[in-house]
């Protein structure tokens, strides 16, 4: 079995845990023999299973609504529903100029929105850094943080509170 099948059963084995649990019994059929098989020979496949198994015991722990229960709780949601005045209004986006960014353009023009956030967030860093008005909150936030972190020595050392210059610790 190659990569991409590999890849193809556990994305299936995915599928079907979603959609029948963990229970090989209430597996499709013609997809058991091929699944357990795939359990026993991947460890990430062995993995899902597990968490699809305690998933099961969650969910079989979980107390059932009574039909009484569910009937309320439906006649309550489709009564407020009923109720509410607000209505929904669609409004259409305006279309995006030139419609999408074919593949084939150059790489340049495909990646200008990635690269023009990551200009703005560069940005922003250098004002937060350098700007007098976030500099005694991020102080704050580290003496804060200094403070909750215990300083431990290893066994038989003291701590020393400062590191001679040029001493790696």
Do not use: C, H
């Amino acid at each position: 079995m190659n990569t991409s099948d590999i890849r193809r059963d556990l994305e299936r084995l995915q599928t079907v845990l979603d959609t029948f649990g963990a229970e090989p019994a209430r597996w499709p059929v013609a997809e058991v023999s091929r699944l357990v098989t795939l359990i026993k020979s991947d460890p990430r496949a062995k993995r899902m299973l597990g968490d699809a198994r305690a998933l099961d015991r969650v969910l079989s722990a979980a107390p059932a609504g009574s039909p009484s229960q569910i009937a309320g709780l439906t006649e309550r949601i489709v009564s407020r529903a009923a109720a509410s005045s607000t209505t929904a209004e669609i409004v259409p986006l305006p279309q995006r100029l030139g419609g999408p960014v074919p593949a084939s353009a150059p790489k340049s023009r495909r990646y200008w929105p990635v690269f023009a956030a990551m200009a703005a967030s560069l940005a922003v860093g250098f004002y937060a850094g350098t700007s007098e008005l976030v500099a005694p909150t991020l102080q704050q936030v580290a003496g804060l943080s200094m403070e909750a972190v215990p300083t431990i020595a290893p066994a038989g050392q003291t701590v020393a509170d400062e590191v001679p210059e040029g001493e790696l610790l």
